[in-house]
């Protein structure tokens, strides 16, 4: 395997580099408003296609609304003498207040019943434009605001379209001023600031095309096709273009811009270090085997009384063999942990833990050897030198066989004791260890973990009860039973859980999966509700919102697993109006 190769994806590990819809996906890119977008945005996320953000808003329960998230803030904002923190005090306010209904919201924003809408980047300058249906609503209610704090503003028109500029003043800063202009039914917010010039304000405001524009390549069609997305909402980072704007390799907007930046705050030789040809040429090579993070829906459905959409997240590498590489460390998820299927929640974590050692010793092997040339990664390869993974070989001797680990909560109730607090009323739960040889391993660990010396597990996989060697402050008044499945030892109380251990026998361990997790938000609230109200530490508005979930359950679930296109992360979330 090609080293290089191999400690681009050392390098991208060590530094940390791990980040609606119709029922037929499309690669069908068709909005115009993309011509006026940078192809060089280092950033972009756009809703294509019609969002029903109405019927969705009937369907969040007021507590993920966030109808009093920004209080705090807002009081504290209010209590400061700078006209800019009053000026954010009220927009957050005014926002807060429009949460009340849809109609609310509409009335505030200018928003139709359906959204879409693009955010992106102009060099350092961040666009966000939006489709609106009243395209007064907005602008008059920012300059509400700016009147409540004392900012001034100016109507200005450039080639026909109007903006008001609003003069945000920092201490210490050019001044910085926001933009707000609707055109077209097509709302538009900005800040112009010293680095901007009027040719970047005109290509913000939609008033002239950039010299390449979105529209003019296949980007978008070409990440909805790789990554099956359904051509509704698509997003990325563009760790290229920001990687060569970085070192100077490009000269984009986004470099100009970022120079100009650096030299306002004296520090013109902050990046010289990394700006050599040799860095240059190391640091684009790396950047290209992790080109973008990339996001986007992959499928949904928006009804009045139900919600259920998918939405992908990936990191996304070229470099197949190191993805082979972390894909051989992928483990066993057991079948109840791989959806939404009724439980309160469940976390699952597939890893062989016998290719963890050859990874780790790959990963950094690979890393020392490879003939970078930029200094500060020669230097990183330095550090690398020291690294010891004698600790990780203990581990896989001892766990070796594992292939991955679960626990799932089915249900639980609370009860408020006045001097212990919280107990445990009842419980329905389940935990997995799985692995190659299960008997094997736990004869081993009968050796080194005393309590187990006394667990005699039944050939044929009946459960036995093993309360009296599990420690517990007070009496349990359930039993927790223990078992052998097939290659899965399983401890579990409740009639859900032993229904699903007793299906984990017929369950092969295969390699099917790295990390998930679900939970259910109802299910979860509803066993605390009585506890927390008792408590008294709420307000009546708090537990107000918290009540309005018992009858609205919202599920999420999360996946992320290694691919043939990357580190990916699917989620499925599921709201019922009730």
Known sequence: MNNKLLAVGAVAIVAGAVLYSQNKASVDV???ELAYVPADTAVFYGQLKPFPYSKYFALMPDAMKGTNDFTPIIAELKQTSDPNAVFLASLMEKYQQSLSSYDAFKSMWGFGDDYKG?????????????????????????????????????????????YTRFNISLEGLDNIDLIASTHNNWATLTLATPLSNNQDLRIALGIEKPAKSLADTKKLPELISTF????????YVDHQHIANAITGKEDSRLHQMLTELLNKA?????????????????????????????????????????????????????????????????GFVPKHTTQLDGQMLSVAYGIDVAKVLPLANTLTGALKSAEFKCGPIV????????????????????????????????????????????QVESLDALVTLSATDAHGLYSIAQGFVPPLANIKLPAN???????????????????????????????????????????????????????????????????????????????????????ALRDQPVGVFFATDITDNGIGLESNVQITKK
């Open 228 to 235: 099956s997305l359904d051509g509704n909402s698509v997003g």
């Open 266 to 330: 004296q520090q013109a030789n902050a990046l010289d270090a990394i700006s050599t040809p040799e860095c240059q040429a190391d640091i684009a090579y790396i950047a290209q085997k992790w080109p973008a993070t990339v996001s986007g829906t992959t499928k949904s459905r928006i009804t009045a009384d139900y919600a259920d959409f998918d939405v992908k997240a990936v990191l996304q590498s070229t470099d197949q063999d190191l993805l082979n590489t972390l894909q051989a460390v992928r």
């Open 461 to 547: 996989g009946d459960a036995v009860v093993i309360n009296e060697y599990i420690p517990s402050p007070v009496p349990l008044n359930f039993d927790i039973k223990m078992a052998m499945k097939g290659n899965h030892i399983v401890i579990f109380t409740g009639d859900q859980s032993a229904r699903i251990a007793n299906e984990l026998d017929a369950q092969s361990v295969t390699k099917n999966g790295f990390v998930n997790m679900a939970f259910d938000i109802q299910k979860i609230l509803l066993p605390l509700l009585d506890t927390i109200a008792a408590t008294g530490q709420l307000t009546n508005e708090e537990m107000a919102e918290l009540e």
């Open 30 to 32: 068709d909005l115009p």
């Open 118 to 162: 693009m955010m992106y980047a102009q060099g350092l300058m961040p666009i966000v434009r939006f489709e609106v249906a009243d395209q007064s609503s907005i602008i008059n209610s920012i300059k509400q605001s700016a009147d409540e704090a004392g900012i001034a503003y100016t109507s200005e028109t450039l080639d026909g379209v109007d």
């Open 379 to 422: 230097a990183l390869q330095n550090e690398m030198r020291d690294v010891s993974t004698a600790g990780l070989a203990m581990v896989s001797g001892f766990a070796n066989g594992v292939q991955g680990m679960s626990l799932s909560v089915q249900d639980a109730k609370f009860t408020l004791d006045d001097t212990q607090g919280p």
